[in-house]
């Protein structure tokens, strides 16, 4: 069974940071992409940004520049470091991870449960 449990989540005031963190346990083989998507109330869930094995990034235009995702393979973890935080990126941000399990040699996406980040003064 893989588990991806997130941590970092909060209330910060517009302009501030927060570091997000998501870590991968399990019968896992090997962590292909890993990605962080988020979802605002009354909104469809949105990816936010994706990293390859290799650590090639892809990000959503609004948080070019702000936003920076990371992983660290050997820790089996994925990070989101969000600086100068806006009202609109409130939202529920979920870890996802194309992962092959060691048993069974199955792939497949597994999400995290979700933290919740909220930006208001």
């Known amino acids: 069974q893989v588990q991806l449990v997130e941590s970092g989540g909060g209330l910060v005031q517009p302009g501030g940071s927060l570091r997000l963190s998501c870590a991968a346990s399990?019968?896992?083989?090997?962590?292909?992409?890993m990605g962080w998507y988020r979802q605002a109330p009354g909104k469809q869930r949105e990816l936010v940004a994706s990293?390859?094995?290799?650590?090639?990034?892809n990000y959503l235009d609004s948080v070019k520049g702000r936003f920076t995702i990371s992983r660290d393979n050997a820790k089996k973890t994925v990070y989101l470091q969000m600086n100068t935080l806006k009202p609109e990126d409130t939202a529920v941000y979920y870890c996802?991870?194309?992962?092959?399990?060691?048993?069974?040699?199955?792939?497949?996406?597994?999400w995290g449960q979700g933290t919740q980040v909220t930006v208001s003064s």
């Open positions: 996802n991870a194309d992962i092959t399990t060691s048993s069974g040699w199955a792939r497949g996406r597994y």
């Open positions: 399990g019968s896992i083989f090997r962590i292909n992409d």
């Open positions: 990293i390859t094995k290799g650590s090639s990034t």
